[in-house]
């Protein structure tokens, strides 16, 4: 594969810290030769109030609003360009089937799993050496992974473990084996590499490497300007690291309830 032809990573304006218009988008994306795009903004939590949400995801009042603002331009550019409608969300027990169900009334097609939030509150990407929240992020997901329901995960690597790195490698050895029994992907973050994160993760992708994990690479874009420039050395480093890549995702999943 020499060059990104699909994505279902990218974020819109309610999300509140992304920017631009979903036509420019779909333009930029046009212009820069792919043929499968996917918007995936970040999820309304349930029960959750505007105030909190504010800056980080949309709203349950406006999921309706997004899913047939996309359908719309999936309509529109029909022949030229298949567009998606997902969302990238966590997984909590407590809401997580209240969220499936209004995500699939809405129209929404597709969802991705971004465990940005483990149970305590506390995010996944602050530094941290304490094995229990390693534990528990890596539970979440696991868990998430087993409803059957999200497509991919997003930025598997986004727990910033750094403690003991053979309980790293154990913790990622599980979840990697259990995503590809479930035959759940998983994403290589181009937003992540572009912009100096601490993922892209090497130790968590020599795991997937040695697994024989599907990995999708994304975008994650925030912009349209986030379309251009980074395929390249994402594909470079995948290989490198020998990652086995694919642009094959099941986007039926939510749909079909399994």
């Known amino acids: 594969m020499e060059r990104l032809t699909a994505n279902y990573h990218a974020h819109t304006w309610r999300c509140g810290h992304a920017w631009g218009t979903e036509r420019e988008y779909v333009e930029t994306a046009l212009e820069n030769g792919f043929e499968v795009w996917g918007f995936s903004d970040h999820t309304p939590i349930p029960g959750m109030s505007p105030e909190r949400s504010a800056g980080m995801r949309m709203t349950m009042d406006q999921l309706e609003e997004y899913a047939g603002a996309v359908s719309k331009l999936a309509r529109e550019y029909a022949g030229s360009l298949r567009i998606h409608a997902g969302l990238e969300a966590e997984y909590h027990p407590d809401w997580f089937g209240e969220l499936a169900e209004s995500a699939r009334r809405a129209g929404v097609e597709y969802l991705i799993l971004g465990q940005h939030f483990v149970c305590d509150g506390a995010y996944s990407g602050a530094p941290t050496d304490d094995p229990e929240r390693l534990r528990d992020y890596c539970r979440l997901v696991t868990e998430g992974m087993e409803t059957g329901l999200f497509s991919f995960v997003a930025h598997p690597d986004l727990i910033n473990f750094t403690g003991d790195p053979e309980l790293f490698e154990e913790e990622a050895g599980r979840l990697c084996a ?48 986030h379309i251009t420039g980074r395929p390249v050395e994402g594909f470079r480093l995948a290989e490198e690291l020998g990652l086995r890549v694919t642009e094959s995702v099941d986007l039926t999943r939510l749909r079909r309830g399994v």
């Open 178 to 225: 259990r995503a590809r029994e479930l035959s759940v992907p998983l994403e290589f973050n181009l937003l992540g590499l572009a912009t100096g994160r601490h993922y892209p993760n090497p130790a968590f992708w020599r795991v997937a490497a040695r697994t024989g994990n599907d990995v999708v690479l994304s975008l994650d874009a925030h912009a349209a300007e």
